[in-house]
């Protein structure tokens, strides 16, 4: 990483190029570290991903960029529960992790769910996420009821109201 103060950029994916970027992304974070990924909805996700994160299906997507490099990603999808979303698909470059651009995905993707008429997110991680966790809990999450069906039970269910989350990059 850079010693001299990078710029960073948050996104939203509204191109193809910016969905190409999206996929490329989500792409190495299902084949390299995501938990359970035999079993996960990336790869549904991965075959139309503005069909499940454009705003015709109230979702959404945003890139990060650290001097125009896209370094990181995140979303958000409708849910069955109304005015919930799902914030999902966070993901930072490894060379780019602990410099706040998962927390600034977070903060975008709440605003942008917010702005869509969403009234609370949630979310879900693996209890060996202790560094998502620690971020998710930093920014109010707190453990909720399943929102979604999932053959694992020991996933982890956070969510939150939107109207009253944190600045972004302090």
């Known amino acids: 990483m850079n010693s001299s103060a990078p710029a960073l950029t948050i996104q939203p994916v509204e191109d193809a190029v910016q969905w190409r970027i999206l996929e490329v992304l989500l792409r190495q974070y299902a084949n390299t570290e995501l938990g359970q990924a035999a079993s996960s909805s990336i790869w549904a996700d991965l075959a139309d991903l503005p069909a499940r ?73 693996w209890p060996d996420n202790t560094e998502g966790l620690a971020l998710y809990r930093a920014l109010g999450f707190t453990p909720v009821s399943p929102f979604k069906s999932h053959p694992d039970l020991a996933l982890l269910y956070l969510g939150r109201a939107l109207p009253n989350f944190p600045t972004p990059l302090e």
């Open 53 to 125: 994160y454009g705003s015709p299906a109230r979702g959404g997507a945003a890139l990060a960029f650290v001097d125009g490099t896209p370094v990181g990603c995140g979303t958000f999808a409708a849910t069955r529960e109304l005015g919930l979303c799902e914030l999902k698909r966070f993901y930072v470059l490894p060379a780019w992790r602990r410099a706040g651009i998962g927390k600034a995905l977070v903060l975008a993707m709440q605003r942008a769910a917010q702005a869509q008429g969403y009234a609370n997110a949630g979310l879900t991680a």
